[in-house]
Nanobody
């Protein structure tokens, strides 16, 4: 089971980025995929999750209306579209799976390597 996150970079406030999470060694479409982030000096927090069943999505309050999680099962890849970015979104972003069909608050044992998002003018 491997996950590889990519797509981070430097963007101005109000800008957009799309993060990708490419899976290998398992069928991403069978499992929930979560996006997490860790800002400098802060604890890691859950940002969003998409379940395998019905594609139910969850978002932390601070990104609702700005971020969209999705998946392309044919490409074995999940995405996090981030719009209206704010400086407080600056963090290393990780994708992970709990190898369950439903999203959960814990139990994400398989992680990608992280991709840095910096929102700054």
């Amino acid at each position: 089971v491997q996950l590889q996150a990519s797509g981070g970079g430097l963007v101005q406030p109000g800008g957009s980025l799309r993060l990708s999470c490419a899976a290998s060694g398992f069928t991403l479409g069978y499992y929930a995929i979560g996006w997490f982030r860790q800002a400098p000096g802060k604890e890691r927090e859950g940002v969003s999750c998409i379940s395998s069943s019905y594609g139910t999505t969850y978002y932390t309050d601070s990104v609702k209306g700005r971020f969209t999680i999705s998946r392309d099962n044919a490409k074995n890849t999940a995405y996090l579209q981030m719009n209206s970015l704010k400086p407080e979104d600056t963090a290393v972003y990780y994708c992970a799976t709990n190898l369950l069909a439903q999203c959960s608050s814990k139990g994400y044992n398989y992680w990608g390597q992280g991709t840095l998002v910096t929102v700054s003018s």
